[in-house]
């Protein structure tokens, strides 16, 4: 990511001193009265233009890519039932309270697009569009673009957000869940 960084940095000092030169020469072409030479920076002005936004479109593109890959040994729990029914579900060391079994498989979405920047197309389950599902859904959520199931039971929402894991290839993972009476159980 720091090498991305730099030659970012340079690029665009490059890209500053290019552009005062047309700017300088379009100003010269001007007090010359050289209506033609006005035409031609203004069109390599616009070029320029053009140009600037699409390396720095580029190195967006590239210091997005230089995010990593995969993580390391991911450690996910998933606590049943605690008080007034919440559930808790610890992922990469961060806490988080659930309400609905459903905000299982989002938070997990999320963790993946956090890591990946997306996630893997899978039939009936994941899509970039609602109206791919063959099957009409029950219950669909949107997380950043994609569109989720997550109408099923709790036991089935736990498979599911293993197979997204397993899908996106971001690592070795352990997934447990730890039972109303504080039994921990690994599930993967």
């Keep these: 990511?720091?090498?991305?960084?730099?030659?970012?940095?340079?690029?665009?000092g490059d890209?500053?001193?290019?552009?005062?030169?047309?700017?300088?020469?379009?100003?010269?072409?001007?007090?010359?009265?050289?209506?033609?030479?006005?035409?031609?920076?203004?069109?390599a002005i616009d070029k320029w233009t053009k140009i600037v936004q699409d390396v720095r479109d580029t190195i967006s593109v590239l210091d997005k890519?230089?995010?990593?890959?995969?993580?390391?040994h991911l450690t996910i729990t998933i606590t049943e039932e605690i008080q007034n029914g919440q559930k808790i579900l610890e992922l990469?060391?961060?806490?988080?309270?659930?309400?609905?079994w459903n905000e299982l498989l989002v938070r997990i979405a999320g963790y993946i697009l956090e890591i990946k920047n997306e996630l893997p197309i899978i039939k009936n389950f994941v899509q970039k569009n609602k109206e791919d599902f063959s099957m009409p859904s029950k219950q669909v959520k949107s997380v950043d673009g994609y569109y989720i199931e997550v109408g099923d039971s709790k036991d089935r929402l736990i498979q599911k957000s293993i197979i997204l894991l397993e899908a996106s290839n971001i690592g070795k993972f352990d997934f447990f869940k730890v039972t109303k009476e504080g039994e921990?159980?690994?599930i993967h």
């Design 1 to 12: 990511m720091e090498y991305v960084n730099k030659i970012g940095k340079r690029i665009m």
């Design 15 to 43: 890209v500053s001193e290019i552009e005062s030169y047309l700017w300088k020469a379009m100003e010269d072409a001007a007090k010359n009265k050289d209506k033609s030479g006005i035409e031609r920076f203004k069109r």
């Design 65 to 72: 890519s230089q995010a990593p890959t995969q993580v390391g």
């Design 92 to 100: 990469d060391g961060k806490t988080f309270p659930l309400k609905f």
């Design 184 to 186: 921990k159980i690994k």
